[in-house]
């Protein structure tokens, strides 16, 4: 992983598989700040605002997984759905998403 980050640093794909591997040891807190700078890279690389809801729901960081996914301009009814599905009872459901109306409304089928 080191040596294709050196040989491509701005890689979007290459640059989330880091942050993946501080996901995967649980090392939270790094994997956000990594993927937060892919993030001011790659504003449009969807798959990290995902990534980062995922960690928030496991330090328990419900509002912000929730606020992550709001800051989305654009996502799939799936991608809003599968890491709010680990939130305990009672938390929001909704990511605002403005573009799909059954995430807005929080009615996540």
């Excluded at 937060?36 to 729901?57: F, G, I």
Aim: a positive charge; hydrophobic letters at 35%.
């Amino acid at each position: 992983m080191r040596r294709a980050l050196e040989l491509d640093p701005l890689s979007p794909i290459i640059n989330a598989n880091v942050g993946m591997s501080y996901y995967v040891a649980r090392q939270y807190d790094a994997a956000i700040a990594h993927w937060q700078k892919v993030l001011e890279m790659h504003r449009n690389y969807r798959l990290l605002h995902v990534y980062m809801t995922t960690a928030y729901v496991g330090k328990g960081m419900y509002p912000e997984a929730v606020r992550m996914l709001g800051s989305r301009r654009c996502c799939d009814a799936w991608v809003c759905q599968r890491p709010l599905n680990r939130l305990p009872t009672g938390s929001p459901k909704s990511c605002h998403c403005r573009v799909h109306a059954n995430c807005a409304t929080g009615h996540l089928s």
